[in-house]
């Protein structure tokens, strides 16, 4: 089965509305990183985080190592906040290789 | 400028034949990463190097050869290519091997 399991797969947003997306793992997962890929397929960091609370302007992540699921969530949506959302789960491994969902696509309409 | 540099940025290639992708990274980082990217599939993890020394393979085929010559080189050779390797490769590197790890644009191979 699917180690990352992200939800919903798309979804789509009035501009200015909020919303969260989830991650939830069946891996270990120590660290969770969160990104942005454009439509012309840029990766674009938004988060690491370690178990805990981590905020950037209108996005704001979570990750619950012991219920082993991350969020991310969007305040104020922005037509620039389109693309798809990855999750990556990294373990503590000695290669720490990252595990991804298999993204949420995300659309802000005007 | 771009930090973290792939090249070519498309590639088309033919069966059978090889090819080299490039990997550059001027974030003074210590690791370094290769990633694939297939249609309909999660980003997959191919290999992971640390201060040039091979830490993690995931690629069940040899035909998959990263190649580090510098500390901020991470190549990957493939050979025998199928249309099956049609893909988005995409290099990544970290500071330490434990921390954040940035993409590069990737090199989108289209094997024919």
């Known amino acids: 089965g699917d180690k990352v399991k992200q939800s919903p797969s798309a979804l789509s947003l009035q501009e200015g509305t909020n919303s969260a997306l989830r991650c939830n793992f069946s891996?270990?997962?120590?660290?969770v990183q969160w990104f942005l890929q454009n439509p012309r397929g840029s990766l674009m960091n938004l988060f690491y985080?370690?178990?805990g609370t981590k905020e950037n302007g209108r996005l704001k992540s979570a990750f619950d190592s012991k219920e082993s699921y991350s969020t991310l969530h969007i305040r104020d949506a922005q037509l620039e906040d389109s693309g798809t959302y990855f999750c990556?789960?990294?373990?503590?491994?000695?290669?720490?290789?990252?595990?991804f969902g298999i993204g949420t696509r995300v659309l802000v309409r005007p | 400028d771009p930090k973290i540099i792939q090249k070519p940025k498309y590639l088309v290639a033919v069966t059978g034949s090889e090819k080299i992708l490039i990997c550059e990274q001027y974030?003074?980082?210590?690791?370094m990463y290769w990633y694939r990217q297939s249609a309909k599939k999660p980003l997959e993890f191919m290999f992971s190097?640390?201060?040039?020394?091979?830490?993690d393979n995931q690629t069940a085929s040899s035909r998959f050869q990263p190649q580090s010559s510098k500390k901020n080189h991470l190549d990957l050779q493939i050979t025998a290519l199928k249309p099956d390797d049609s893909a988005t490769y995409f290099c990544?590197?970290?500071?330490?091997?434990?921390?954040?790890?940035?993409f590069g644009p990737g090199t989108r191979l289209l094997v024919l």
């Open positions: 974030l003074g980082h210590n690791a």
């Open positions: 891996i270990a997962a120590t660290t």
């Open positions: 990556a789960a990294g373990a503590n491994s000695a290669g720490n290789k990252l595990t």
């Open positions: 190097y640390s201060y040039q020394k091979l830490m």
């Open positions: 985080l370690v178990p």
């Open positions: 990544a590197s970290s500071q330490t091997g434990q921390d954040t790890q940035y």
